[in-house]
């Protein structure tokens, strides 16, 4: 959706850095804003839209950092994998090697003189002949070793040009790692500029206002989780409250919006990929009016941002840089999709 969606709330971030009050519509979860008093140092509403494109546009940097960065992980462990298989398979090869190389060597010594010959002057025919049948068995046992090496060493190749197209999207996917890194940074230090340009009291109201948040705990017997790994999810996204944002983390001590989500289903023994887009595929669609405490809730149309539905029309959120994870309404943003997981 990104800037040039028509919002119902003050966009994206910002969630509150006026002095504006945002409140739940009981009927379409639609927010209204109330003006400013002539009291409120609030920032102008240029720079506040700006900081707010800027924390949008690195939120969408960070999970695709982290789409990267977990693509690369994947990557790596292939590889690695890889690796021990080719190791072991040269060894087999080598050990297939050395016991042909004997047995070769061996014929080559026995074969120098005409069979019939050897036959015709053998002063044991019977016993020749036994040896002979030996041999014959012997070379096809022999024949049979050739082409279990052949296949080897085919396997070995193929193994070896796969694992060297793997380290090549490795590479890549470490480029785009470092991209998206430069990409959040560069977003980031130019909102923190911005905020830095305001006069103090408009910085400090900024400042009081994205760390407010919302501090209430939501009431448990407002609503039932749909299962026990929701309940535990929940519970584990209820104890992160107050932990801070930190881009590109997954806990426990800081995390991003699809990090908190993550974290808190593993303390349930659930995995789930690592960014909000993937999260979104991670159970079943269900209505927003049917949310229920541990449902994600996906925002925007590309779904680069996400929240856990506590319960009492509120989410759990790593909102952004500089707000801890808190409590929001759930119609801060345009919501794109409910997931039970």
């Not at 015709?120 to 049948?133: F, I, K, N, T, V």
């Not at 881009?247 to 960014?275: E, I, K």
């Not at 269900?286 to 506590?310: C, F, I, K, N, T």
């Amino acid at each position: 959706m990104g800037s040039h969606h028509r919002r119902l709330v003050p966009p994206g971030f910002n969630r509150g850095a006026s002095a504006a009050l945002c409140v739940l519509s009981a009927a379409a979860a639609a927010l209204g804003a109330v003006q400013p008093g002539p009291a409120a140092a609030a920032p102008s509403d240029d720079t506040r839209a700006e900081v707010d494109r800027l924390y949008e546009e690195a939120e969408r940097a960070t999970e695709a950092f982290n789409k990267a960065d977990e693509r690369a992980g994947t990557l790596r462990e292939q590889v690695g994998a890889a690796q021990d298989r080719i190791a072991r398979q040269q060894e087999r090869v080598n050990t297939m090697r050395d016991a042909l190389g004997s047995l070769a060597g061996a014929q080559y010594r026995a074969g120098g003189v005409d069979p019939s010959l050897i036959l015709l002057l053998s002063e044991d025919p019977a016993g020749y002949l036994d040896r002979a049948a030996a041999l014959d068995r012997i070379s096809a046992h022999h024949a049979g070793e050739l082409k279990d090496l052949q296949r080897a060493l085919r396997d070995l190749a193929q193994e070896r040009e796969e694992t060297t197209g793997r380290l090549k999207r490795l590479e890549k996917s470490r480029r785009a790692v470092a991209e998206h890194k430069r990409t959040v940074e560069h977003k980031l230090a130019k909102a923190r500029r911005l905020l830095n340009s305001l006069p103090a009291e408009e910085r400090a109201e900024y400042d009081r206002v994205s760390r407010a948040g919302g501090t209430h705990r939501s009431d448990p017997a407002g609503a039932a989780a749909p299962s026990s790994r929701a309940a535990a999810a929940i519970a584990a996204a209820r104890a992160a409250v107050g932990r801070p944002y930190v881009w590109g983390a997954n806990g426990p001590h800081g995390f991003d919006c699809s990090g908190l989500m993550q974290w808190s289903y593993a303390q349930a023994g659930v995995g789930l990929p690592r960014t909000s887009q993937a999260q979104r595929y991670a159970g079943r669609h269900v209505p927003l009016s049917e949310a229920q405490p541990g449902d994600l809730v996906l925002y925007r149309e590309d779904a680069s941002h996400v929240g856990m539905y506590a319960g009492n029309g509120q989410v759990i959120h790593a909102p952004y840089p500089g707000a801890p994870v808190r409590y929001d309404p759930v119609g801060m943003m345009p919501v794109s999709a409910i997931t039970r997981v």
